[in-house]
């Protein structure tokens, strides 16, 4: 009889002692293939089931994110636990996973109970979690310094993944939530063409709003592409793996929610010269003239179309653009949908 929290390493029990300082071998647990049959899970749609059952991938993935040894990762959306092992296994020393679907617990418990409470399971929404209280703050380095030992890792629910990435781009930018420790890099998921967005350069087809967004604060990298049927059920699209170092500085250093504004507005008219875009900042009546004045202080050509202005010309444009609003506040609320100043 092998005690609780005892696990088979290299054939022989080992103390708890030896299996943390050695990759953890987990014991012979059913597959997640199999407990997901075993415990009935079904695959829910609103919340974008997609399992990656395929060990080879769930290893590649995680190792895409840099080293996990000894490091502190919370894994979202770990689900039937494919990831979940594969972190453990790369050894981690602490693993803090963040699920929504209750009915996965069971089987999260099992992993749990031969993880030589390394495991640690949080029912609840990662796009409402705070982090903050998941990490010591002995891992904390300084923003300027090295990364700290901390991960984010997430094979994310298609649905959440977009607006979560903007979410914590925010938080980057505010150094709050995991990123009060430092750093905090992060390996995710998408669908292949949100990847392909958010690396593309200036000039690329793909170049968008998320481009712009993702490449101020992080430094984006797509690591490699799994084949959609690879999971299960089988998605319609083939999905990217994203890996995320925050910036010590960001490329255009103002206000996220500013920042946010003059991109989104300049690339809403995609195929139309800049200018166009830009001018959704401003009411009707002043909307030429301070257009103008956003670009020639900014020294960026009005007629250039949104895909093709740099970071360098987008920084510019953001700094002329919070010119205007210091001699103009009262257009910071300015709407162009609403049509209110
Ligand atoms: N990581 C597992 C894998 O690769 O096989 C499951 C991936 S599945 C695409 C997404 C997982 O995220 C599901 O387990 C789902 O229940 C969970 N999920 C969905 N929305 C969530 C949310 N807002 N917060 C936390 N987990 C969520």
Same mark, same amino acid.
């Given at each position: 009889?092998?005690?609780?929290?005892?696990?088979?390493?290299?054939?022989?029990?080992?103390?708890?002692?030896?299996?943390?300082?050695?990759?953890?071998?987990? %014991?012979s !647990?059913?597959? /997640?293939?199999? !407990?997901?049959? !075993?415990?009935?899970?079904?695959?829910?749609?609103?919340l974008?089931q997609? +399992?990656?059952?395929?060990?080879k991938?769930?290893?590649k993935?995680v190792?895409?994110?840099?080293?996990?040894?000894?490091?502190?990762?919370?894994?979202?959306?770990?689900?039937?636990?494919g990831?979940?092992?594969?972190?453990?296994e790369?050894?981690?020393?602490?693993?803090?996973?963040?699920?929504?679907? /209750?009915?996965?617990?069971?089987?999260?418990?099992?992993?749990?109970?031969a993880? +030589?409470?390394k495991?640690?399971?949080?029912?609840?929404?990662?796009?409402? +979690?705070?982090?903050?209280?998941?990490?010591?703050?002995?891992?904390?380095? /300084?923003?300027?310094?090295?990364?700290?030992?901390?991960?984010?890792?997430?094979?994310?629910?298609?649905?959440?993944?977009? %607006?979560?990435?903007?979410?914590?781009?925010?938080?980057?930018s505010?150094?709050?939530?995991?990123?009060?420790?430092?750093r905090?890099?992060?390996?995710?998921? +998408?669908?292949?063409?949100?990847?392909?967005r958010?690396?593309?350069?200036?000039?690329?087809?793909?170049?968008?709003?998320?481009?712009?967004?993702?490449?101020?604060?992080?430094?984006?990298?797509h690591?490699?592409?799994?084949?959609?049927?690879a999971f299960?059920?089988k998605?319609?699209v083939?999905?990217?793996?994203?890996?995320?170092? %925050?910036?010590?500085?960001?490329?255009?250093?103002?206000?996220?929610?500013?920042?946010?504004?003059?991109?989104?507005?300049i690339f809403?008219?995609?195929?139309?010269?800049?200018?166009?875009?830009?001018?959704?900042?401003?009411?009707?009546?002043?909307?030429?003239?301070?257009?103008?004045?956003?670009?020639?202080?900014?020294?960026?050509?009005?007629?250039l179309?949104?895909?093709?202005?740099?970071?360098?010309?987008?920084n510019? !444009?953001?700094?002329?653009?919070?010119?205007?609003?210091?001699?103009?506040?009262?257009?910071?609320?300015?709407?162009?949908?609403e049509?209110?100043?």
């Amino acid at each position: 009889m092998v005690a609780k929290h005892s696990v088979m390493v290299g054939g022989s029990v080992s103390t708890a002692k030896q299996v943390a300082a050695a990759t953890l071998r987990l %014991p012979s !647990l059913p597959s /997640p293939r199999d !407990l997901v049959r !075993l415990y009935k899970v079904k695959a829910v749609k609103h919340l974008s089931q997609n +399992f990656l059952m395929d060990h080879k991938l769930n290893s590649k993935l995680v190792r895409s994110s840099g080293r996990v040894r000894n490091c502190h990762v919370c894994e979202v959306g770990p689900g039937p636990g494919g990831i979940t092992r594969s972190i453990l296994e790369q050894g981690a020393a602490r693993l803090t996973v963040i699920e929504k679907d /209750p009915r996965f617990l069971p089987i999260l418990d099992q992993l749990k109970d031969a993880s +030589f409470g390394k495991l640690d399971i949080e029912l609840g929404d990662v796009l409402t +979690f705070n982090m903050e209280k998941i990490f010591s703050s002995d891992l904390t380095q /300084p923003w300027e310094g090295n990364l700290p030992k901390i991960h984010l890792i997430g094979n994310l629910p298609f649905n959440v993944a977009t %607006p979560l990435i903007i979410r914590w781009l925010k938080d980057i930018s505010l150094k709050r939530n995991a990123w009060v420790n430092g750093r905090v890099r992060m390996t995710l998921t +998408f669908q292949l063409e949100v990847v392909q967005r958010m690396v593309a350069l200036p000039g690329h087809s793909q170049r968008c709003r998320l481009s712009v967004m993702c490449q101020n604060w992080c430094d984006v990298t797509h690591k490699f592409t799994i084949p959609g049927r690879a999971f299960v059920p089988k998605p319609e699209v083939d999905v990217g793996i994203a890996h995320f170092v %925050p910036r010590v500085e960001p490329l255009i250093p103002l206000d996220f929610s500013l920042v946010e504004k003059v991109v989104r507005s300049i690339f809403s008219f995609r195929q139309k010269y800049s200018k166009k875009g830009a001018g959704m900042l401003f009411p009707e009546a002043r909307r030429d003239e301070l257009v103008n004045m956003m670009f020639t202080v900014a020294d960026v050509d009005p007629a250039l179309r949104p895909f093709q202005i740099s970071m360098s010309e987008f920084n510019r !444009l953001c700094h002329s653009y919070a010119a205007i609003l210091e001699q103009h506040p009262s257009l910071a609320k300015f709407n162009a949908r609403e049509g209110n100043v």
